[in-house]
């Protein structure tokens, strides 16, 4: 074994709900407040013990879609979340993350998954999507204890220094001698390479006003702007997603139109499409997208790549995508759960990955590495990411080499959730000039600089989260 290997001593879990500004639609539901979930993970190794933080809104609808009552797949979240913190209390592995990590993927988490299912309908059991976004609180928090037991960055501990396996141990024995000798790190940017700052995506929501025409007279008057071409102006945005129906053709092209529209009258550089996993036929999207070459080739242009048209159990819906991505760039987001659901995607055509630390850091970094080293373009989605949940995403997203920046809109749906973080990292939690400004971060962990964002919160704080 490692010196530098560490053991789990602790574990705490926290709760917040939190209200949106705006409603946000995924798919077919509209969301307008999400329950947050943080885990304080303690560390003990050669070096003394450390804590370390992580965190990811539990977003119900694009967790866990369906029909089934909100409560009912919030309750169950919930439940699952305090049963993984019981079982990270108990966390016997000792080593690296990564490796703890997949330990933990495999055994526990799977085992507490069937358990949570196991006298539920098929209706009612819970997506292995969602236990990922339960348990990824805690893998994130697992990283950030062991930089800052170590004193360094959670970004520069990919090596065989601090590592026992290359990646060789991570995949299947087909790849074994493909990964045999190489890190992580041979796939992250160095860090005396990462960017000061990245570009930053904004989300177009289904909800979002982009034509006066759009108005109701019920918009929030609290400072932030409402409309699309506000938002462009106030943070000088290049780069906007937009969120589609999957179902209603019209629809979709009018919003496509009315967007492109304005980015070409604004200067905004490129677009993307997000169908949110509502498609079954990749006719629907090859029709739009020829429909756009052939009435706005200037808008055509600039869709940058084409985000989760299709259902995201790839296995259930196994879809021959190669007419979609032979026109624009295709990227997995909900359907690439891991790395073998990404090499599954490959073989099916889908050409990039859309990478979340939401499904565990552990995960992303394996899906990361595995995208690159067969050639698939990669990004970092958001999920409405506030508070230390924006740090470990943003921190991926300029370490991962992505075909554009970041996806961030946790400004644009609840800005004041992250007012005790913005207080020390203002340009992570406002987008300025088109970007967002890593330079306010630590030197160890993922670079939250806790307690001072602590201190700075005082009493009031602390008493926004629920000890669980």
Known sequence: MNRNDISVTGCRLFF????????????????????????????????????????????IAWVWPGDLGYEY?????????AALARAWRKCAYRGHPMEIG????????????????????????????????????????????????????????????????????????EYRGTFAGKYPADYLVPEAAVPAAIPVWHLVGAKDVVTDGELTGKEPDDGYPVKLRDWIARDGLECLKVK?????????????????GIALETGVEWLSADFNCTVKDPAYVCAILDRLMAEAPAIYKLILYVEQPFPYDIEAHPIDVRAVSARKPLFMDESAHDWSFVARGRS?????????TCKTMTGALLSLCWAKQFSMTLMVQDLTNPMF????????????????????????????????????????????NGKLDLSSLGKTGFGYRADEIFEAAGTSGREKWQEV
């Open 16 to 59: 917040r709900p939190i209200e949106t500004r705006v409603p946000l639609k995924f798919g077919p539901e509209i969301t307008t407040s999400v329950l947050c979930a943080r885990a304080e993970i303690t560390v003990n190794g050669a070096g003394g013990a450390a804590s370390g933080w992580g965190e990811t809104p539990l977003s």
């Open 73 to 81: 797949r919030l309750s169950r979240l919930k439940e699952f979340c």
């Open 102 to 173: 997949r330990h933990f993927i495999d055994g526990e988490l799977k085992t507490l998954w069937e358990e949570s299912n196991r006298h539920c309908s098929e209706k009612e059991a819970m997506p292995w999507l969602a236990a990922l976004v339960c348990d990824s609180l805690f893998d994130i928090a697992l990283h950030d204890a062991y930089g800052v037991l170590h004193g360094v960055s959670s970004w520069s501990i990919h090596t065989g220094e601090y590592m026992n396996h290359d990646l060789s141990w991570y995949y299947a024995d």
């Open 244 to 260: 589609l129906t999957g179902v209603d053709a019209e629809w979709d092209i009018r919003r496509l139109l009315d967007v492109g």
């Open 348 to 356: 099916l055509g889908w050409t990039g990955v859309a990478l979340k």
């Open 389 to 432: 949940a924006q740090i470990p995403h943003v921190g991926l997203a300029a370490r991962a080499g992505t075909i554009m920046g970041v996806e961030s809109n946790g400004m644009q749906f609840y800005p004041e959730a992250s007012r005790d973080e913005a207080r020390l990292h203002p340009g992570l939690y406002t987008r300025r």
